[in-house]
């Protein structure tokens, strides 16, 4: 099946810029979506992307897209302690019905 | 306020007993899904159904079945529950046509097996 893979865990401090890296090997892929867990909630879409895009910017959120490598990454801008949670990178086909999750990034945000 | 709702937070059961894990959501979503997640593995999708009475196996259906009989519920069975069961069982619907807008998930239920 498909393969999404994600780092295990990032640590920053309160302020600094995260960046969460995924990749992801089916180049059929028609959407890619980043969402964000929270301890003990369901997952929450942060935002997505569509695979003929290169980037897209919402808030403090950014999100670069390298179809060639197969690389997508989520930016967050002033990381706050609000954003510590796990988030992870997911993708779909053109139907929309499956999606691939990688094993999701753990960012913690020290103060 | 669009929500799927899964029946309990938190399960224990015995060994051996059967599990009925219920997910409900009230978007008139046609797709609806069940996954499993542990630390470590992600995301695994164990079945989903795009339609009333229609299922799928995903990635991983041994020791599960389902249930869609009407097209806001979608239950989750564990026959025998075992204790490589234990594990956070998350449901989720989304839109045929996604154009983007992903899944929505329930909060979760925590399935001990002891």
């Known amino acids: 099946g498909e393969d999404v893979e994600q780092s295990l865990f990032l640590s920053v401090r309160e302020g600094d810029s995260s960046v969460i890296n995924c990749t992801y090997t089916?180049?059929?892929?028609?959407?890619l979506y980043w969402y964000k867990q929270e301890p003990g909630a369901g997952l929450q879409l942060l935002t997505y992307?569509?695979?003929?895009?290169d980037m897209k910017q919402d808030q403090r959120l950014t999100v670069l897209l390298n179809k060639k490598d197969k690389h997508l990454s989520l930016r967050i801008a002033d990381t706050q302690t609000g954003d510590s949670a796990i988030y992870f990178c997911?993708?779909?086909?053109?139907?929309?019905?499956?999606?691939?999750f990688g094993s999701g990034t753990k960012l913690n945000v020290k103060p | 306020d669009v929500k799927v709702t899964q029946s309990s937070r938190y399960l224990v059961k015995r060994t051996g007993e059967k599990v009925f894990l219920e997910c409900v959501q009230d978007?008139?979503?046609?797709?609806m899904f069940w996954y499993r997640q542990d630390p470590g593995l992600g995301l695994r999708l164990i079945y989903f159904?795009?339609?009333?009475?229609?299922?799928e196996k995903g990635d991983i259906p041994e020791g599960y079945s389902v249930s869609r009989e009407k097209k806001e519920r979608f239950s989750l069975i564990l026959e025998s529950a075992s204790t490589n069961q234990t594990s956070m069982y998350l449901c989720?619907?989304?839109?045929?046509?996604?154009?983007?807008?992903?899944?929505?998930f329930g909060s979760g239920t925590r399935l001990t097996v002891v």
């Open positions: 989720a619907s989304s839109l045929s046509s996604g154009q983007g807008y992903g899944y929505t």
């Open positions: 159904s795009y339609d009333v009475k229609m299922k």
């Open positions: 997911a993708e779909s086909k053109w139907n929309f019905n499956k999606f691939y």
């Open positions: 992307i569509f695979s003929n895009m």
């Open positions: 978007m008139d979503h046609e797709n």
């Open positions: 089916d180049s059929s892929s028609t959407y």
